[in-house]
């Protein structure tokens, strides 16, 4: 019976190789779905300052914008594995680091700011390595599984179970959340030293300059219509996405009336819906093309805005954040495997640091936006411009989602 129920969650043609990946991505995001409640209610109990509130979320957003190029360049370039497990170990030791000084009280709003902008700086490299693991160990045709199995773990470990436990931790004590989450990101560090990976064919001659290489994913991605649609409609919505979420953490606190585990339980109810995502993942692309199920998730976000900019009762907000879920897991995990389809082995990586840029350089220019508006014009303010700017983006984009659906039939970028 155990094997049967493993067959069907990790299905064997898939390999040891995905398995020991999986166990890898799901002990990972265990560990950041404990920062996602604990590295916000840390900021909140230093500072009540909503531009500070916001500025924590830039500080993590802004890495993949400055070093996103330079990651996806060196994946492509070096051992993949290798910089997963470097990264991680790093990340650990200053996890560790902002621990011992959070026990002994010796932390300060502007120490807190600064770890979390080196994590995640870290957290670039590692996750950008990590998405060109998946389609060397997995055939094209099983991608679409295989990437909806890491997507349930980030549903509910990151998701569902690692706020919840996060917050529960910093009830206890901050110091009990971040070592907590040092020692998870360690142990995933171990598990992605067992994946073994197939050799991976050198170019012959001098290498290129770093510059050539990150100019040759950009072009790759312009070339392509699928890929580029994809790209533009994640980074104008990170925009609108970032400017509410910036300051989710008021929103929850201040707006809803909910307390330190009412905040981790916005993202439970999120990752409940992802979950409902999942299951009907297969059900909905077998009879929902790409490019509609693309206009149906921005028009849930772009409502999903309105919603929680008219709603105090955290009886309407938390259903609103439930559906949201859903259409987070689809839309992601369909864009993730429209991707890795499309891009040639020796692209994923610049390919995906483009993406990176993309989704990351929406989200710090949200941000900005979401701080100065919730200081000048109150927590529900970042909702409204989130609506408001959606609502524009889905009427000037739509006609362009047709790329999606033919993404599969775009191997290649078109000449010129």
Same mark, same amino acid.
């Given at each position: 019976? /155990? ?59 802004? @890495? @993949?914008?400055?070093?996103? !190029?330079?990651? $996806?360049?060196?994946? =492509?370039?070096? =051992? ?43 957290? *670039? ?11 060397? !160990? *997995? ?65 012959? /001659? ?43 953490? !008021?929103?929850?606190? =201040? ?35 790409? $490019? ?10 772009? !409502? ?9 009762? @955290? ?66 303010? @970042? ?11 889905? *009427? ?11 993404? =599969? ?8």
């Amino acid at each position: 019976m /155990g094997s049967r129920i493993a067959e069907v969650l990790v299905p064997a043609r898939l390999g040891t190789g995905f398995r020991w990946l999986l166990a890898s991505s799901w002990t990972s995001n265990l560990g950041d779905g404990i920062a996602l409640a604990a590295g916000p209610l840390l900021v909140a109990s230093l500072t009540r300052d909503a531009f500070l509130v916001a500025l924590a979320a830039t500080v993590q957003w802004l @890495p @993949p914008l400055l070093f996103g !190029l330079v990651a $996806g360049a060196l994946t =492509d370039r070096l =051992d993949r594995r290798l910089i997963v497990v470097a990264v991680d170990v790093v990340r650990a030791g200053v996890l560790a680091v902002l621990t011992l000084a959070v026990a002994t009280d010796r932390v300060a709003i502007v120490a807190v700011l600064a770890t979390l902008f080196v994590l995640a700086t870290a957290e *670039v490299f590692a996750d950008n390595s990590s998405q060109t693991l998946l389609p060397m !160990l *997995v055939a094209r045709e099983d991608l679409a599984v295989a990437n909806s199995r890491l997507q349930t773990g980030f549903i509910t470990v990151n998701q569902l179970a690692g706020p919840p436990l996060g917050a529960a931790l910093f009830t206890v004590g901050a110091a009990w959340a971040l070592g907590a989450q040092a020692v998870v990101v360690l142990l995933g560090a171990v598990l992605v030293t067992r994946v073994a990976l197939p050799p991976r064919e050198r170019a012959d /001659g001098p290498r290129a300059k770093l510059r050539h290489d990150v100019v040759e994913g950009f072009r790759w991605v312009r070339g392509h219509a699928a890929v580029r649609t994809l790209v533009l409609t994640i980074a104008i919505f990170n925009v609108t996405f970032g400017a509410a979420w910036s300051v989710l953490v !008021l929103y929850a606190r =201040d707006r809803l009336g909910l307390g330190e585990i009412g905040f981790g339980l916005v993202s439970t109810v999120g990752a409940a819906g992802g979950v409902a995502g999942t299951l009907a993942y297969g059900w909905i692309t077998r009879r929902v093309r790409l $490019g509609d199920l693309m206009r149906i998730g921005l028009v849930i976000e772009t !409502l999903t805005h309105l919603a929680l900019a008219l709603t105090t009762s @955290p009886w309407v907000a938390l259903p609103v954040f439930f559906v949201f879920g859903a259409h987070a897991f689809v839309w992601g995990t369909t864009s993730i495997t429209v991707r890795q389809r499309a891009v040639p082995q020796h692209l994923q990586g610049r390919v995906g640091s483009v993406n990176l840029v993309g989704v990351f350089g929406g989200l710090v220019v949200g941000s900005g936006i979401g701080g100065v508006l919730a200081q000048h014009g109150g927590v529900t303010a @970042p909702f409204w411009f989130a609506f408001a700017g959606s609502a524009v983006f889905v *009427v000037l984009i739509w006609r362009s989602l047709r790329h999606i659906a033919h993404a =599969d039939e775009q191997s290649a970028p078109a000449a010129g």
